[in-house]
């Protein structure tokens, strides 16, 4: 009998298939003593797997390339931390077995993040899954992680560390459902930069029998269990439409009418760059150069190794507009040589703009390297500073900006409350503003965006965060100033109507979401959108919001 559940859609597409279940997690080691003797022996036991396990996320990473490296990378740095192999050493030293003084030592750790604010507490199942392969190499059994099966599947986890989504295969991995994860997490982001269907955040999905046919629509959230001929007919249909609409649509980015809504790309890297390209990207939104400095969290990357990966970038996107973010360090991003080693809630603390305040040769190599990057070229370069609260912020920045003597445009991103709630006072000294709408709704409704627990809080539909996109928008269209958005948000083909009817000039995502939100766009007027970004704002729900602009954009 068809059963219909709903959890948190996160990326495009429908997948129609049998569950097949991820790999159990490492069983608990025994705990046993081991003579004094055999200490110095299980240490190195202990560093050789920690070794190995760090040198297969980051070849993993290098094949995955993009987003998903950056991620894996992180993974790596994380299995090789000083002071987890210390306490592993220490434990070792005083009768635990290699494996045991591993997980321990794990445990711990995991309990600090837990407790050191819900931005960290999302980095836990990231430190579960290197735990996991750690322990399962000295105890000699497999790695935990996706089945193995010579037919296509959906996917059913708990939730899908980076090192397990990164290297998915999409012909056999029709899409995949997790309990825990937001719309933000990791696994929601590389689910979209791997174009498979996924739902998140859906309570009891390990619950589905191995082999239940299973339909994912990865627009609506919702999973069809035991779908009916009809049903799946119907699911088909809706996704050959949309396959048409996709393959139709091309060129810039507009409504029906007219109104221009240019659609850039989401990058980390160079990598990324191809990518964008094919998907029709008309520039990037957000270039994340985080992915430069993770390579070594101990020391800066030198300016000509800065100006190198910039350039590669800004070619690719002649007579194109490319938005740079500034290095944003702290919070599940710490970097030794940047931010502060202890903080009781980092997320709050300092991170992004602040860091850079606080170390200006950084922010000052940056600014220079990316004047040099774009020298000659026929590129619109914009720079923008994360995390910017307030006017003094702002200033600081474009005047670091103009220190550095960078011919370009200069930028805040909205991602404070504060920020969008003063945005004209802060457009007096910068000339655009970028949406981050993922942190923006962490901030305003104090919901880590990692957490699946608060997931409904992380949507970008809830009318609180519309009010605060129109405060933006409008604050820029008074001082006749662009405001895009740069969030995960745009990426939604709905939502990116409802952001142009409140008045955002341009919409950057991840470059799978693009054909699917240029297809959209094309299908309304900018008079549709407006009444709809009305409608979603009028209600008091994000479940309201979305049918509300549903209803308006579909003629109800």
Known sequence: METTLRGVGV???????????????VLEPPAKQIP???AEREQGRARQAVEAVAADLIARGNLAGGEA????????????????????????????????????????????????????????????????RIVARLLGVPM????DSDEPYVLIARDLAPADTALLDPTLVLGFVTEEGGPTSHSAILARALGVPAVVALPGAGELAEGTVVAVDGSTGEIFVEPTAEKRAELEAAAAERRAALSASTGPGATSDGHKVPLLANIGGPADVPAAVEAGAEGVGLFRTEFLFLDDSKQAPSEEKQVEAYRTVLEAFPEGRVVVRVLDAGADKPLEFLTPTEEPNPALGVRGLRSLLEHPDVLRTQLTALAKAAKGLPVYLEVMAPMVADRTDAKAFADACRAAGLQAKFGAMVEIPSAALRARSILQEVEFLSLG?????????????????????????????LDLVAASADAAKAEGKSCGVCGEAAADPLLACVLTGLGVTSLSMGAKAIPYVRATLAKHTLAQCERAAAAARATDTADEARAAAQAVLSGE
Do not use: C, K
């Not at 990326?11 to 997690?25: D, F, L, N, P, Y």
């Open 437 to 465: 709408t993922n942190d923006l709704a962490q901030y305003t409704f104090a919901a880590d965006r990692q957490v699946g627990a608060v997931s409904r809080l992380q949507d970008p539909w809830q009318p609180a965060l």
């Open 69 to 132: 490296q950056h991620v894996l990378e992180a993974q790596a740095m994380m299995a090789q931390d000083p002071e987890l192999m210390a306490d592993v050493d220490r434990r070792i030293a005083v009768g635990s077995t290699a494996e045991r003084g591993v997980y321990d030592a794990f445990a711990a750790y995991r309990a600090l993040l837990a407790n050191a604010g819900e931005y960290l507490a999302g980095r836990v199942a990231d430190l579960d899954d290197v735990r996991n």
């Open 144 to 147: 935990p992680g996706v089945p």
């Open 11 to 25: 990326s495009h597409g429908v997948a129609i298939g049998e569950v097949r279940h991820m790999g159990t997690a």
């Open 36 to 38: 004094a003797e055999e």
